[in-house]
């Protein structure tokens, strides 16, 4: 079998390139075209969101309000953590998902490709609709990035109405992009590719996408439930009605808890093929990578509560939660030790991608220790909403998802582009967000043990010294991605030519075509033995 | 046939882009309409914006969808490319369930956890001193706070009307099966047939439907602000009742699909996948039938 790409919806044999202009985007439907524009707005939220961090970071550098006011400070934190969450980490993964799956198992595009560029456009319209609310009288969604119940309905700004509208834009583009991914793994991979020789970027975004069907329409449902008390009447989250606000919790987490896998999974996929890679040895315990991932999914969806220990939940639900929570650190535990294991006795080389890589194992870890103190309920009731759960969930999110993202992205910019990125450059950016990055996010830790709430534009002057370090890593960490953006034209604008298989341990089916990739690729599927 | 063994991968399309649009225009319009109302500020440009973008979304369906059939008919869409459509329609109704999971859910929490808690019993029975009056029953006639909240005089009797749209959605379950294996057979008359039952069974359970909300307003007081069981009763029936629609205006679609002409006995995966949809949006009545209306 083979495919047909129908350039003028005739179904002609032969191909073309892409078409010219600016409409080749709007209308494309390429994977790798689709894959690009996820990339590309991926990387604006990213600078978008990380704009709004600088503000916090400002805000935060000395003690007392100097730069904003906390109204507008808290919109700065919703909308920080909003698109930092949906418009760059999920994109991004969206974006190497479509730009990889198809060369990784062999096929010619995305199994639906209409439909895939329908879900990325969604995307800007979404984006467009909660941004401008920051402009709109009563300011923009201001309740945290939590949006909890009544903070999110009795007491919100008008703006609420639209951010629940943009929320079910995006939803409804992450079930659209988690079908697709989907629909391709399992029914467009190459004969011979068999589930289990499918490289673990795939098996973990098939997993993931698995997650992002089953939650993504929770949260459709939480926010319909907001919308409904807000305008309707209704007292889902109003005690007063027989309701209540935990339940919206409850709803949230069960969206919430999943979600951070989602974020996170794509991630330990890369990198199990970057560390062998760079290791020159294959991947240690392939089997137990797909087994692990399949039930850091399951704890997934048993673990939402420990968001909301201090809440007031029965004891028996406290510490089922912990317990349960606890559990999770086994099947990651077997991910780090394959990791690790890989590397043991290779023939290591450490070039960019390698870094960010071995960067994420370590500092991801980190992140993963401080959430299994934060799982232990009754330690949890001390930690709760201070900057210690600021510092675990930016350790598991900056050097794991935003790491993973990065070392995806050096790992194949020589096949997006045909060039290779400029090495010493690549290592500048490493060094410069992993100094940046530990210097913001590691004081974080002794100021939430030590008391600090998060979220307060303002803080005890015994904070003081710490927040500053932090604010200054985070300014080292912000500039340091705008010099990436430069990294990133420079390698398409020109550099060493790549040949198809620049990294000369890496293995797949997507080294096996030419650099940069042909705008249409196997549409005679290979053989995989 | 060259093309029948060839995964098809579509030229550009412009539907994307315009649905894209017509979705955000629509969103924006409702929530503009919405926030107006609120605020009571007249002359709202919101239902207008709104009905632009329901105009913008309708075009876009039938462009997209029109295009998706001829293409079908033309025979450019390979067993595998049926394969993608099984799983993309699966998964999708999976998400479906999924959205329903999270009222259930939210009812589920409320009869057993939440509400017994509001009137003193269990773990966190201390929230009762908040209304130290209230009592936690099941149906609840009897609000925390019946000023914000006025709670209904009664509620539906599941062995009444809904009983009567039970038989209906079920009964249509077995007309839409008894379609499918007419079109299997290529008995076209019989497929009509049953179909055209299928559709008048969907459209008298959301007129019996219609009727039941009216009673619910007018005469026992049951209305989306009379508490939490006002709230889940109208979003579980509501977003099923919403489906339906959906699921019979597919229904029409297949009916004048088949009118013309199309699926054939070994190839009618859209005849197929509506009727997945409507098996679907049966089984969850029949959870809607079971924990909202009997127990």
């Known amino acids: 079998m083979s495919a047909v790409i129908d350039e003028h919806g005739h179904g002609h044999e032969h191909v073309h390139g892409p078409a010219k202009g600016l409409m080749r985007w709007v209308l494309t439907t390429n994977h790798k075209d689709i894959g690009t524009m996820y990339l590309w707005f991926s990387f604006t939220m990213f600078l978008l969101g990380g704009s709004f961090a600088m503000v916090i970071r400002a805000e935060l550098f000395q003690p007392g309000l100097q730069i904003v006011e906390p109204a507008f400070f808290n919109q700065m934190t919703t909308m920080h953590g909003l698109i930092m969450v949906f418009g760059?980490?999920?994109?991004?993964?969206?974006?190497?998902?479509?730009?990889?799956?198809?060369?990784?198992?062999?096929?010619p595009d995305m199994a639906l490709p209409r439909m895939n560029n329908f879900s990325f456009w969604l995307l800007p319209a979404a984006f467009l609709l909660l941004v401008s609310t920051l402009f709109s009288p009563g300011g923009g969604p201001n309740f945290g990035w939590t949006f909890y119940a009544p903070l999110s309905t009795t007491y919100a700004p008008e703006s609420v109405t639209f951010f629940i509208f943009a929320i079910h834009l995006m939803g409804i583009s992450s079930i659209m992009g988690a079908i697709n991914v989907i629909a391709t793994i399992l029914n467009l991979r190459a004969p011979g590719m068999t589930l289990m020789k499918m490289p673990l970027f795939v098996w973990t975004?098939?997993?993931?996408?698995?997650?992002?069907?089953?939650?993504?329409?929770v949260l459709a449902g939480v926010v319909t439930m907001m919308l409904m008390d807000i305008h309707f009447g209704t007292s889902f989250f109003s005690a007063a009605g027989g309701g209540d606000p935990v339940l919206f919790q409850h709803v949230f987490w069960f969206f919430g808890h999943p979600e951070v896998y989602i974020m996170i999974l794509p991630a330990f996929g890369a990198v199990s093929s970057i560390i062998p890679a760079f290791s020159r040895k294959p991947l240690f315990g392939y089997t137990s990578m797909v087994y692990a991932t399949g039930a850091i999914a399951f704890l997934s969806f048993i673990v939402w509560a420990h968001h909301m220990f201090v809440v007031g939940v029965p004891v028996v639900g406290e510490l089922f939660f912990m317990y349960a929570t606890m559990l999770i650190a086994v099947p990651t535990g077997v991910k780090v030790f394959n990791w690790v294991s890989t590397m043991w006795q290779g023939a290591l080389t450490f070039e960019t991608p390698m870094l960010f890589a071995v960067a994420f194992v370590i500092l991801f870890t980190i992140g993963g220790f401080s959430g299994l103190m934060l799982a232990i309920a009754p330690a949890?009731?001390?930690?709760?909403?201070?900057?210690?759960?600021?510092?675990?969930?930016?350790?598991?999110?900056?050097?794991?998802?935003?790491?993973?993202?990065?070392?995806?992205?050096?790992?194949?910019?020589?096949?997006w582009t045909g060039h290779m990125y400029d090495e010493t450059l690549g290592k500048l950016h490493f060094w410069l967000s992993f100094i940046g990055m530990n210097m913001a996010f590691f004081p974080m830790h002794f100021v939430g043990l030590a008391g600090m709430p998060r979220r307060v534009p303002d803080y005890n002057l015994q904070f003081a010294d710490f927040n500053m370090v932090s604010s200054i890593g985070a300014f080292t960490f912000g500039a340091t991605q705008i010099f990436f953006l430069f990294i990133v034209i420079k390698c398409i604008r020109g550099g060493e030519p790549a040949p198809a298989k620049p990294w000369d341990g890496a293995e797949g089916l997507e080294w096996s075509v030419p650099s940069p990739a042909p705008y249409h690729t196997f549409q005679t599927p290979p053989e995989v033995k | 046939m060259a093309s029948h063994d060839h995964y098809y991968v579509p030229a550009q399309s412009k539907w994307p882009i315009i649905a894209t649009l017509g979705l955000l225009i629509t969103v924006y319009g409702l929530g503009t309409w919405f926030n107006d109302l609120k605020a009571g500020r007249p002359d709202s440009h919101g239902p207008l914006i709104f009905f632009v973008g329901g105009l913008c979304v309708a075009y876009m369906m039938f462009g997209w969808f029109g295009a998706v059939v001829r293409e079908s008919r033309a025979g450019l869409y390979s067993p595998q490319l049926d394969r993608s459509f099984r799983w993309g329609m699966g998964w999708f109704i999976f998400s479906e369930v999924m959205f329903f999971v999270a009222f259930f859910g939210t009812l589920f929490y409320v009869r057993i956890l939440a509400g017994p808690w509001l009137g003193g019993e269990g773990h966190k029975g201390v929230s009762h001193m908040l209304w130290p009056?209230?009592?936690?029953?099941?149906?609840?006639?009897?609000?925390?706070?019946?000023?914000?909240?006025?709670?209904?005089?009664?509620?539906?009797?599941?062995?009444?009307?809904?009983?009567?749209?039970?038989?209906?959605?079920?009964?249509?379950?077995?007309?839409?099966?008894?379609?499918?294996?007419?079109?299997?057979?290529?008995?076209?008359?019989?497929?009509?047939?049953?179909?055209?039952?299928?559709?008048?069974?969907?459209?008298?359970?959301?007129?019996?439907?219609?009727?039941?909300?009216?009673?619910?307003?007018?005469?026992?007081?049951?209305?989306?602000?009379?508490?939490?069981?006002?709230?889940?009763?109208?979003?579980?029936?509501?977003?099923?009742?919403?489906?339906?629609?959906?699921?019979?205006?597919?229904l029409i679609v297949m009916f004048a699909r088949i009118l013309r002409g199309h699926f054939s006995p070994d190839k009618h995966f859209g005849f197929e996948a509506a009727s997945w949809y409507w098996h679907f949006v049966d089984v969850v009545w029949v959870g809607l039938f079971i924990f909202v209306y009997v127990l």
Do not use: C
Not at chain 2, 158 to 168: E, G, K, R, S
Not at chain 2, 170 to 194: F, M, N, P, Q
């Open chain 1, 88 to 107: 760059a980490v999920m994109p991004a993964f969206v974006g190497l998902a479509n730009w990889m799956i198809p060369l990784m198992i062999g096929a």
């Open chain 1, 205 to 217: 975004w098939l997993i993931t996408a698995f997650l992002l069907i089953a939650v993504m329409p």
């Open chain 1, 380 to 415: 949890d009731f001390q930690y709760h909403d201070t900057y210690f759960v600021v510092a675990h969930f930016h350790y598991v999110l900056v050097p794991g998802a935003i790491f993973g993202i990065f070392a995806s992205a050096y790992y194949w910019l020589p096949k």
């Open chain 2, 133 to 250: 009056s209230f009592e936690f029953a099941w149906p609840l006639l009897n609000t925390p706070d019946p000023k914000l909240f006025p709670a209904a005089r009664d509620v539906i009797d599941p062995w009444h009307l809904p009983l009567i749209n039970t038989i209906l959605l079920v009964s249509s379950s077995v007309t839409i099966t008894l379609a499918h294996h007419a079109l299997r057979k290529d008995h076209r008359s019989a497929l009509k047939g049953w179909l055209g039952v299928t559709i008048l069974l969907g459209i008298a359970f959301l007129t019996l439907q219609a009727y039941e909300y009216h009673e619910a307003y007018t005469e026992l007081g049951l209305t989306l602000g009379s508490g939490i069981y006002g709230a889940t009763f109208f979003m579980l029936t509501g977003f099923h009742g919403a489906h339906v629609t959906m699921g019979t205006l597919i």
